[in-house]
């Protein structure tokens, strides 16, 4: 009777355990959801808040916006942010951003600025300053960036990174799938 009642005392005393671990760890992993929920909210309204936004420039196919499951991918075309083979912005790139940086300024996100160009090599004009595909890509983000600052943005939170001609959209092979490649992707994560 000793043993079962000591093998008794013990299994109650492990289910106490249990149930004190297991509770704590319970309202943790619901209280975590409830943020994770919030988090997800609160993007997709700023998601919802970018569209709206960019309205115009979604419906000439020029930005597209994905939700990712961490954040946010606004892809902007080559030919709206600037000409083919340039680095400087357009009218109509800096508008867009425009619109969008008071959104980018005031929310807590990390901002990577990616660069993408097609694969054609650098015309002779920009040569010297661009050797490769991986430089103009650089620039064409670091532009966005510094762009970006001019309007707000907080530098401590954005990255200007360069994925040159190797992350492709589509074919090469073709004069829209080199269009749909070069481009630039703002990627929002919440900090």
Not at 55 to 83: F, P, T
Request: contains cysteine.
């Amino acid at each position: 009777m000793i043993g079962h009642e000591g093998r008794t005392v013990r299994s109650t005393s492990a289910r106490r355990l249990r149930a004190s671990v297991i509770w704590p760890l319970g309202a943790v992993l619901v209280l975590g959801g409830c943020v994770m929920k919030s988090t997800y909210n609160k993007m997709l309204a700023q998601q919802q808040s970018i569209e709206a936004s960019l309205r115009s420039e979604i419906g000439a196919n020029e930005v597209e916006i994905e939700q990712l499951k961490d954040g946010i991918k606004v892809n902007m075309s080559g030919a709206l942010l600037y000409g083919e083979g340039a680095f400087e912005l357009t009218p109509k790139g800096i508008a867009a951003l425009n619109k969008v940086a008071p959104q980018f300024a005031s929310e807590t996100y990390e901002i990577d600025v990616v660069g993408n160009t097609d694969n054609l090599p650098i015309g002779r004009e920009l040569v010297r300053r661009f050797p490769t595909n991986w430089e103009l890509a650089g620039e064409r983000a670091a532009v966005v960036v510094r762009h970006l600052q001019a309007q707000g943005v907080d530098p401590t939170r954005m990255r200007a990174i360069s994925a040159g001609q190797y992350h492709p959209r589509a074919s090469n092979d073709t004069g829209e799938g080199r269009a749909r490649n070069r481009r630039t992707e703002i990627l929002l994560r919440p900090q």
